[in-house]
């Protein structure tokens, strides 16, 4: 059974860094890319950050572009988001994502979500 | 970047009723445009992908077409369990960007 379980979520100050990882399990980790999108409260989707299998070349939304960096340890089988320069309007429920078919695209499984807070 | 457009932003039909989403690509996007539902309080779901190849799953009431710019996602037979805010992402390359979203409801 595919498994997500992303942690690190919190209140930070505006300005403030926090890392999120998600940990995976159910399938061949290193063969798949994965994904960060994220849902400010009652609003919609926004994709974040997606890498491939052997974590080169991560994309990038523009909002967050030089302050995220993704990452992953497939020796772990974990993803990680550092988060820096967070602000106000970085609020929201982020999830980590599976691709359906490997490469970049669709996303068959998604996690629970853990939530940030950017706030003073 | 490709915006992706949606609409309605939501709608209300009756139980049994034909729904039909529409979303729009700014540019040609093939056919690399999958459809999530989202119950509230929950995660998406994946129902759509290719635009038309539904998920593993997914009820057959859920149908997807189109190809290019222009998208539409259709439910045949509108039930209670499909209340619901449906979105649509294009995935051909980054920022897979999704559309703002079309709550469905029922009257």
């Known amino acids: 059974e595919v498994q997500l379980v992303e942690s690190g979520g919190g209140l930070v100050q505006p300005g403030g860094s926090l890392r999120l990882s998600c940990e995976a399990s159910?399938?061949?980790?290193?063969?798949?890319?994965m994904s960060w999108v994220r849902q400010a409260p009652g609003k919609g989707l926004e994709w974040v950050s997606d890498i491939n299998g052997s974590g080169d070349s991560p994309f990038y939304a523009d909002s967050v572009r030089g302050r995220f960096t993704f990452s992953r340890d497939n020796s772990k089988n974990t993803l990680y988001l550092q988060m820096n320069s967070l602000r106000a309007d970085d609020t929201a429920v982020y999830y980590c994502?599976?691709?359906?078919?490997?490469?970049?695209?669709?996303?068959?499984?998604w996690g629970q979500g853990t939530l940030v807070t950017v706030s003073s | 970047d490709i915006q992706m457009t949606q609409s309605p932003s939501s709608l209300s039909a009756s139980v049994g009723a034909r729904v039909t989403i529409t979303c729009r690509a700014s540019q040609d996007i093939i056919n690399y445009l999958a459809w999530y539902q989202q119950k509230p309080g929950k995660v998406p779901n994946l129902l759509i992908y290719?635009?038309?190849t539904l998920q593993s799953g997914v009820p057959s009431r859920f149908s997807g077409s189109g190809s290019g710019t222009d998208f539409t996602l259709t439910i045949s037979s509108l039930q209670p369990e499909d209340v619901a805010t449906y979105y649509c992402q294009k995935y051909n390359k980054a920022p897979r960007t999704f559309g703002q979203g079309t709550k469905v409801e029922i009257k």
């Open positions: 159910g399938f061949t980790f290193s063969t798949y890319a």
């Open positions: 290719a635009a038309s």
């Open positions: 994502a599976k691709a359906l078919r490997h490469n970049y695209g669709e996303y068959d499984y």
